[in-house]
């Protein structure tokens, strides 16, 4: 009897534990990368094959019950917009690399900013986001070296569409080209047929935005195509000897009658000023890119990811952070590496909690935790019932 009074205990024990476990995981529902951690339980038994007991030789004697050891749930929750480009999470498998030094743990989501030493970094925290080196191994990345972005001199307006053969003037205007300082400079080209020449024959006249004159040629065309030797012109700027550019007339540019309407456009231009950062996010392939106040992007290298083929193996410091103490195996991969997740941008990954699931779990540990204490309850009964024999018979 004393012996049930025990085995109750364990089962009052186990359960109490298990209460708190499904406790906690109820109580982190909304917490950020949260992984639920499945509870369950097993039997024990002493087997008295080779000692000396009091029951037959050979049997086994329940002994209770205890809790088993407690696994992570790595399923993957939902993944909330919210429109930080620096919020990250994976679709998939794997988890983030942060970096302290010599130490490194893993997350599968967080929210992350740039300090001010111009690294990333986990906020609240001073771990800093890994990405991939030239080796495959997990580095720092310092972003101070790329906000800003250089300027780029225009150096070819390209065209396109078609210039009326029996029009006799189209004018373009608002064309901003870009000098080797990234100075932003508004050109205004006119074209202008020249009635007197035998061909079809243009005018070319480039002027800035106070009017001067930076320069001027001609384009001609034959059966309706641009001449070759007219498919490339040269406008240099005499007041900026870092602004030459041509005017490329070489693909899809025809001179054909329309009217007096001419669609003729500039279809591209390259070059641009100077820049500053407007955004630092991680593109569709993973890769850490910046985006600068002069539309030009910069990708910086591809956010490591940590592939455990025993996530069990990963020990929890809180704050869904994780540290690797095991002997399985690691690799860390990229975003596109098809083994991998990908890591998405913008979004934080939602505790993977089942909140009736949890409940459901929640009811059978009452139930067991009461029919263990009904078992002391009884067997306290009993032993009352055996003390009260005082010499009867």
């Known amino acids: 009897m004393f012996g049930a009074i025990y085995t109750g205990l364990s089962g009052l024990s186990a359960y109490s534990e298990g209460?708190?476990?499904?406790?906690?995981?109820?109580?982190?529902?909304?917490?950020?990368?949260?992984?639920?951690?499945?509870?369950?339980?097993?039997?024990?038994?002493?087997?008295?094959?080779?000692?000396?007991?009091?029951?037959?030789?050979?049997?086994?004697?329940?002994?209770?019950?205890?809790?088993?050891?407690?696994?992570?749930?790595?399923q993957q929750g939902d993944l909330r917009q919210t429109g930080n480009g620096l919020d990250l999470s994976l679709e998939g498998a794997g988890f983030l690399v942060l970096l302290d030094g010599d130490r490194t743990v893993y997350k599968r989501t967080g929210s992350f900013k740039v300090d001010d030493d111009g690294f990333i970094v986990l906020e609240g925290t001073d771990y800093k986001l890994g990405v991939l080196d030239g080796s495959n191994k997990a580095v720092e990345l310092n972003i101070d070296a790329s906000r800003?972005?250089?300027?780029?001199?225009?150096?070819?307006?390209?065209?396109?569409?078609?210039?009326?053969?029996?029009?006799?003037?189209?004018?373009?205007?608002?064309?901003?080209?870009?000098?080797?300082?990234?100075?932003?400079?508004?050109?205004?080209?006119?074209?202008?047929?020249?009635?007197?020449?035998?061909?079809?024959?243009?005018?070319?006249?480039?002027?800035?935005?106070?009017?001067?004159?930076?320069?001027?040629?001609?384009?001609?065309?034959?059966?309706?195509?641009?001449?070759?030797?007219?498919?490339?012109?040269?406008?240099?700027d005499p007041d900026n000897s870092g602004l030459s550019v041509d005017l490329d007339f070489s693909e899809n540019v025809s001179s054909f009658s329309s009217g007096q309407v001419s669609t003729l456009r500039a279809a591209s231009i390259d070059g641009n000023g100077v820049g500053t950062i407007t955004n630092i996010t991680v593109?569709?392939?993973?890769?850490?890119?910046?985006?600068?106040?002069?539309?030009?992007?910069?990708?910086?290298?591809?956010?490591?990811?940590?592939?455990?083929?025993?996530?069990?193996?990963?020990?929890?410091?809180?704050?869904?952070?994780?540290?690797?103490?095991?002997?399985?195996?690691?690799?860390?991969?990229?975003?596109?590496?098809p083994e991998a997740g990908k890591v998405v941008a913008g979004r934080l990954e939602a505790s993977n909690v089942d909140l009736s699931d949890q409940f459901g779990e929640l009811i059978l540990i009452q139930r067991g935790f009461q029919a263990s204490s009904q078992i002391i309850s009884v067997s306290n009964d009993m032993i009352q019932q055996l003390f009260g024999i005082r010499g009867q018979g």
């Not at 509870?39 to 094959?49: A, E, G, I, K």
């Not at 007991?53 to 004697?61: D, E, R």
């Not at 065309?221 to 641009?226: D, I, S, Y």
Request: charged residues 20%; hydrophobic residues 35%.
């Open 19 to 74: 209460l708190q476990t499904i406790s906690n995981n109820v109580s982190n529902l909304n917490t950020s990368g949260f992984k639920a951690t499945t509870v369950s339980f097993t039997d024990q038994f002493n087997n008295y094959n080779n000692g000396i007991s009091l029951v037959h030789k050979g049997s086994a004697n329940g002994n209770g019950v205890s809790i088993n050891d407690l696994l992570v749930d790595f």
């Open 148 to 236: 800003t972005s250089a300027p780029v001199a225009t150096s070819v307006i390209k065209f396109a569409d078609n210039l009326s053969s029996t029009a006799t003037e189209q004018t373009l205007s608002d064309l901003r080209v870009f000098d080797n300082n990234g100075e932003e400079h508004v050109w205004q080209i006119e074209f202008v047929k020249d009635i007197a020449a035998t061909g079809n024959e243009w005018a070319i006249t480039v002027t800035n935005a106070e009017g001067r004159q930076v320069g001027s040629t001609r384009l001609v065309f034959a059966g309706g195509e641009v001449d070759a030797s007219t498919t490339t012109l040269n406008i240099t």
């Open 283 to 337: 593109n569709e392939e993973g890769l850490l890119e910046l985006t600068y106040s002069n539309e030009e992007k910069n990708e910086l290298g591809a956010v490591a990811i940590a592939d455990f083929r025993d996530p069990q193996s990963l020990e929890q410091l809180g704050g869904g952070i994780y540290v690797f103490n095991g002997n399985s195996e690691k690799r860390l991969l990229s975003s596109e590496d």
